[in-house]
């Protein structure tokens, strides 16, 4: 009898709902299948692996003897100590009945869920990280076991990954037959680095609570049981918000394992971080630049934190005891009052990019914000030396091409805000050389280069001198030091103009040897030629005319050595700058307040401080010291002159080569879209041309 139309129908339908159902889960069956059948293969890779490695692997009665988290020490160019990383204050092995039981399950469930039902290898770990990787589409868990991590902790080798973990696996499984769970937990706890120099929980628990392990609550226990992934992204002091995401990572794990209930995790996430800082460890000697150090090396492919600060490493510096001492005393000199605004200096060898003083006025008991090189402050017109190389670069010849010193107002399209640009003092020298409105460091003449040489050649220019971890926006404003840098990348970009257009990486770290004696890191030579010398030393000859004639007179030495630099000053006074160099010394000096947005007035005597003032005193007195002694230097002969060549400006309605300054009508009517106009080769004899009104630097931005 035929079916109704009707039950047919719906009968078919339900056929199709119930393939698309099987058809799910018959492809969710075969992914899960694939994943299991890749983690079998995996252990069975490890059981192979030891037939070959066998012979040689260490037994755990030789690691057991090796000293587990040795002090690493840090000393400087001469010898002497600078601090200790992971002390033995910092690394306070505590009992088992002395951790609290929240910091132990709550380490379990982030780290190991099924740590007391595996022997030492998870194969369902492996697969679960394989699962929730590949829904994530990236690495986001691993797949090793508490007891692999502690192994890797203490057995510190320098092989090819899959070694390592056929290593770290083996003995892993041996750890598990000699020692019971609660010693091989306790023993991580006592060994895993919690970041800020904190080995160990007790250690972790002083640093962050000021509290023993034992004494540590739910929502204190969560948050050092989620540290030992990423220390540095989670520091609390640095990162508080990423610290309390990954301590409600883990009161989730600990939710999800049964430890705690809905109401406790619930009630531990509502509550403040409330940071005490503990006493019971004491500071290291210059511990800015022991923590840049630790940071450094901890970069390297072949180090990490761990070994870092738990390797029984001896890492000798480049920092020159000396040359640190004048750098305070020259910064204490000209800004000796209580409430004087911070300061800090970076100084760098051009030839090895070796950075030999890196201080501040602040103290890193008191704030361990680092104004060398964690600070982005905007540099002012010592920016301009870098649009500078960019149109040097481009042919553009600074002493043969004139433009307009006058007050300038951009708009590159009508749905664009103007951008308007001043010089400070509203002095303004009409018809200029590049060259002179260098020395006169004029605003407007720079803003009409950098749009000619194009921002995005001026980012590209600074990354490659040295400007590397700081973002750029390629914007025209960027040529009066819009956007933030560091002093150490300011004195990176002047250090590769010194050194003939050779980049240098800034390095603290010479040579690294482990416990033995063995070299695990010597000293490099890393440079790359990133301009050609030609144009580095155009650049350093109008620099160095500055220093005589221009805005950085008062830095000038008291040897007058060859020597170039250039001033720099924001808008309202709130960043000054010197940047300078000679031959064998590269150095920045920066001042400002850092924790608030204040102009630098009334400063020691100083109405409005800006970088031919007190920046350049400071530099000056540092420079005078650092190289007392020393026979003067002179700069390299470039083998690659620069070919100069004529150039496309928007600007030609304001380019005027025979028209005095005082005779200038200010009131220019706007540029025109794009104009093509040759370097004028007359303009540097002309009188008018070479008028400079005297002037510091200031940003005007948009």
């Known amino acids: 009898m035929p079916e109704p139309v009707g039950k047919g129908v719906a009968r078919r339908k339900r056929n199709r709902i119930q393939r698309r159902r099987t058809g799910r889960r018959s492809a969710f069956a075969t992914a899960f299948l694939v994943v299991a059948i890749t983690a079998a293969l ?35 160019d001469n010898g002497t100590s600078l601090g200790v990383l992971a002390n033995d204050e910092n ?8 951790i609290s039981p929240w910091l132990k399950k709550g380490t379990v469930a982030i780290e190991d869920r099924r740590f007391y039902e595996h022997g030492g290898v998870d194969p369902q770990g492996i697969t679960r990280a394989l699962i929730t990787n590949l829904t994530a589409g990236r690495i986001v868990q691993g797949g090793s076991t508490l007891t692999q991590q502690l192994i890797s902790q203490i057995y510190i080798v ?60 739910l929502p204190e226990a969560a948050l050092i049981a989620g540290l030992p992934q990423l220390p540095s992204q989670y520091d609390p002091y640095e990162h508080p918000q990423a610290a309390l995401k990954r301590r ?79 750098a305070r005393a020259a910064m204490e ?23 030999v003083a890196m201080a501040s006025t602040r103290t890193f008991r008191t704030d361990q914000f680092d104004l060398t090189s964690q600070s982005r402050r905007q540099p002012g017109s010592t920016f301009k030396t870098i649009t500078l190389a960019t149109a040097i670069e481009q042919g553009i010849d600074p002493s043969a091409t004139t433009y307009m010193s006058a007050p300038f107002s951009w708009r590159p399209d009508e749905n664009s805000p103007t951008w308007d ?27 009409q280069l950098a749009i000619d040489v194009g921002p995005a050649n001026i980012v590209e ?61 010597g000293e490099r030579n890393r440079g790359v030629r990133v301009i050609q010398d030609g144009v580095a030393a155009e650049v350093t000859r109008i620099l160095g005319e500055n220093m005589h004639s221009g805005t950085g007179t008062g830095a000038l030495m008291s040897d007058d050595r060859p020597e170039a630099g250039k001033t720099g000053t924001t808008d309202n006074h709130t960043d000054a700058w010197f940047c300078g160099y000679t031959p064998t010394l590269a150095t920045c000096v920066w001042i400002g307040y850092p924790d608030e947005t204040k102009s630098l007035y009334n400063i020691e005597g100083v109405g409005a401080v800006s ?59 706007p540029p025109l879209a794009t104009v093509t106009v040759q370097a004028d080769p007359a303009a540097p004899g002309d009188p008018a041309a070479t008028t400079i009104a005297p002037s510091t630097s200031a940003v005007a931005v948009p």
């Open 611 to 669: 970088g031919p003032t007190l920046p350049a005193d400071i530099w000056r007195l540092f420079m005078d010291a650092a190289l007392a002694g020393t026979p003067p230097v002179n700069f390299a002969a470039p083998k690659t002159p620069v070919a100069w060549s004529g150039f496309t400006s928007q600007f030609e309605n304001r380019i005027v080569s025979t028209v005095s300054a005082p005779d200038l009508t200010l009131s220019m009517p």
């Open 461 to 521: 220019m600074a990354k490659r001198l040295g400007v590397r971890t700081s973002p750029l926006e390629p914007v025209p404003s960027l040529t009066l030091g819009a956007d933030g840098v560091s002093p150490l990348e300011m004195a990176t970009v002047y250090a590769t103009l010194a050194n003939g257009g050779v980049y240098h990486p800034p390095t603290a770290i010479k040579t690294v040897h482990d416990a033995t004696g063995q070299q695990l890191l």
């Open 158 to 217: 320098k092989q090819r990954t899959l070694d390592r973990k056929i290593r770290e696996a083996l003995l892993a499984v041996q750890l598990e037959d000699r020692f019971s769970k609660d010693e091989i937990l306790t023993a991580y706890l006592n060994t895993v680095f919690y970041g800020n120099n904190a080995y160990g929980v007790e250690a972790a628990s002083q640093t962050y609570f000021a509290k023993t392990a034992k004494e540590l609550t």
């Open 248 to 326: 409600a990572q883990v009161l989730a794990a600990m939710r999800d394992t049964g430890v705690i209930s809905v109401a406790q995790e619930r009630k531990a996430a509502d509550t403040p971080l409330r940071l005490k800082r503990g006493r019971v460890y004491g500071a290291s000697k210059e511990s800015f630049f022991v923590r840049y150090v630790a940071n450094e090396l901890a970069g390297e492919p072949d180090f990490g934190e761990a070994a870092v600060r738990a390797g029984g490493l001896t890492i000798n510096t480049t920092l020159d005891p000396i040359l640190q001492r004048q």
């Open 333 to 355: 000199q000209v800004l000796p009052t209580a409430g004087d605004p911070d300061a800090a200096i970076v100084s760098i060898r051009p030839k090895t990019g070796e950075i």
């Open 421 to 447: 640009v001043a010089t400070a003092g509203d002095k303004y020298a009409g018809a200029i050389t590049l060259e002179n409105a260098t020395l006169a460091s004029d605003n407007t003449v720079y803003a």
């Open 42 to 76: 995996m252990s069975g890779l490890l059981i192979f692996g030891a037939a070959r490695y066998f012979e040689d692997l260490p037994t755990l009665d030789a690691i057991k003897a090796r000293e587990i988290g040795a002090n690493s020490t840090v000393y400087a």
């Open 91 to 98: 690394r306070q092995p505590i009992a088992s009945n002395e």
